[in-house]
């Protein structure tokens, strides 16, 4: 089955995030995953799995998605402040990476959020993060 089949919509994200995804995103709010095919530019080539660097990125940008759910537009004012990572096992090139955010507490400048990044039922990666909102001015 093709993802779009499965209810996912693909999403190319600016900047930076471009050099990761496309990135897919199913349900919504505090509700929603986000997957990454993987693809062989995301790799170690020497040994065909997902590259740690890759998986941060994805990780990152995954979780920061889940700060839209609890702030709306303040969550573009948002930068990530502390990003943890466990690497647990491996993705290979093909493998439908996914993760769904949870924000853990948020305050009046910090988020606080975490996720199990997945192949399947497969725990890979666990991340935890800490964003903060910056203020309006430039």
């Known amino acids: ?14 900047g930076f995030n471009a050099a990761v995804g496309p990135v897919w995103v199913r349900g919504t709010g505090l509700e929603h995953t986000m997957g990454l095919l993987v693809e062989e530019r995301h790799t170690n080539l ?21 700060i839209h759910a609890v702030l709306g537009e303040v969550a573009y004012r948002c930068v990530t402040a502390a990003l943890n990572i466990q690497y647990l096992s491996v993705a290979r090139v093909g493998e ?18 975490r996720g199990l990044i997945c192949v399947g039922d497969k725990n890979i990666a666990s991340a935890d993060g800490i964003w903060k909102v910056m203020n309006s001015s430039k």
């Open 46 to 66: 020497h040994i065909g799995t997902l590259h740690g660097g890759a998986l941060a990125s994805f990780a990152d940008i995954g979780l920061g998605s889940g």
């Open 96 to 113: 439908f990476v996914t993760v769904r955010p949870e924000v853990v507490r948020h305050s009046k400048d910090l988020i606080f959020i």
């Open 1 to 14: 089955e093709t993802l779009e089949a499965e209810g996912w919509v693909k999403r190319e994200t600016p």
